[in-house]
Structure formats: structure tokens, C-alpha cells
């Protein structure tokens, strides 16, 4: 049975940084399609950022340059490092994964999800 766990959210000024984690279990990180996602109350989950099988990532424009994902295969663990966070980056962040190796950006893409952590920008 896969599970993601989430962790690393919190709240954080403005300007500051938040390195959320995503610890797997029934499924090895590298050999699929890792996501973030974000949703905000009454709005669609929002795709944020994506890694392959291979090591290929993939972002949405509104966090280019901001975001980073990343693994440690040795921990079977995924990564999303929040960098100059905004008050609008304020929301839960979810930790998704797909059955597939090529990468997806709807939310329907993915068959695993975490509980998700909720990240807290104050201005």
C-alpha cells in the first residue's frame, strides 16, 4: 500500500523559506512521477512542480525560480524547497504520485496523494 506523508510546513514571513517533505512507503520515489500540488479553500488543486523517473522536473510558471523539487532515493524521499515565499503561497501543499513515469499536471493525473501540510505566509 503506498502512503505520503508530508511534512515541513509551517508559518513563515515573507521573504523567507520552507522545505516541505515527502516520505514514501509502498513505492520507491525515482521509479515514478512525483508531484506537488496546492489548493486553496474553494479553488481547483493547483499543480506546482513535478519529478520523473529519470530526474526531469517540471514547474508551473507562478513558482519558476522560486521552487525546487528534489529526492533523496536513499531516504525515498521527495522535496519542495519554497524560496522568497509570498502571502499568496499561503495554502495546503500536497504530495501526489502517479502510476505513470511521463509527468502530468492535472490533478486527476495522480492515484496517491498525502495529507498534505499547510504552509502560512504573513506579510
Known amino acids: 500500500q503506498v502512503q505520503l506523508v508530508e511534512s515541513g510546513g509551517g508559518l513563515v514571513q515573507a521573504g523567507g523559506s520552507l522545505r516541505l517533505s515527502c516520505a514514501a512507503s509502498?513505492?520507491?520515489?525515482?521509479?515514478?512521477?512525483m508531484g506537488w500540488f496546492r489548493q486553496a479553500p474553494g479553488k481547483e488543486r493547483e499543480f506546482v512542480a513535478a519529478m520523473t523517473w529519470d530526474g526531469k522536473t517540471y514547474y508551473a510558471d507562478s513558482v519558476k525560480g522560486r521552487f525546487t523539487i528534489s529526492r533523496d532515493n536513499s531516504k525515498n524521499t521527495m522535496y519542495l524547497q519554497i524560496n522568497s515565499l509570498k502571502p499568496e503561497d499561503t495554502t495546503v501543499y500536497y504530495c501526489?504520485?502517479?502510476?505513470?513515469?511521463?509527468?502530468?499536471?492535472?490533478?486527476?493525473?495522480?492515484?496517491?496523494w498525502g495529507q498534505g501540510t499547510q504552509v502560512t505566509v504573513s506579510s
Open positions: 509502498g513505492r520507491t520515489v525515482s521509479s515514478y512521477t
Open positions: 501526489a504520485s502517479r502510476n505513470r513515469r511521463f509527468y502530468g499536471t492535472r490533478w486527476d493525473d495522480y492515484d496517491y
